[in-house]
Nanobody, 126 residues
Framework: QVQLVESGGGLVQAGGSLALACVASGRTFTNVNVGWFRQPPGKGREFVAGIRWQGGSTHYADSVKGRFTISRDKSKNTLYLQMNSLKPEDTAVYYC???????????????????WGKGTQVTVSS
């Protein structure tokens, strides 16, 4: 069993920055996909960014490429999302998730992820 706890959400003006963190406990990650997803108001959950826990390869949604950076600290079992140049359309609840059996081709698919945090609200004002 894995527990994921996000932190770092909040209210920011457009053009500003926020940093999210997700601490994992209960199981050591090995060869898994971990990622950030978001759910805007009234919409479905969408992929934001993902990273292979061991190798560190990163992947981004086109909408955030160049503005967001995903990273992880294996020694702290923590996943990060640095968000810069935020836009009002980035407003959403942000979730971290882990897929223990993940393969690269499934990284962007939320249904593949087994473990989810409860989410943290990010609101970007115009």
């Amino acid at each position: 069993q894995v527990q994921l706890v996000e932190s770092g959400g909040g209210l920011v003006q457009a053009g500003g920055s926020l940093a999210l963190a997700c601490v994992a406990s209960g199981r050591t990650f090995t060869n898994v996909n971990v990622g950030w997803f978001r759910q805007p108001p009234g919409k479905g959950r969408e992929f934001v960014a993902g990273i292979r826990w061991q190798g560190g390869s990163t992947h981004y949604a086109d909408s955030v490429k160049g503005r967001f950076t995903i990273s992880r600290d294996k020694s702290k079992n923590t996943l990060y999302l640095q968000m810069n140049s935020l836009k009002p359309e980035d407003t959403a609840v942000y979730y971290c998730a882990a897929d223990p059996g993940g393969i690269l081709s499934s990284m962007r698919v939320p249904e593949q992820y087994v473990y989810w945090g409860k989410g943290t609200q990010v609101t970007v004002s115009s």
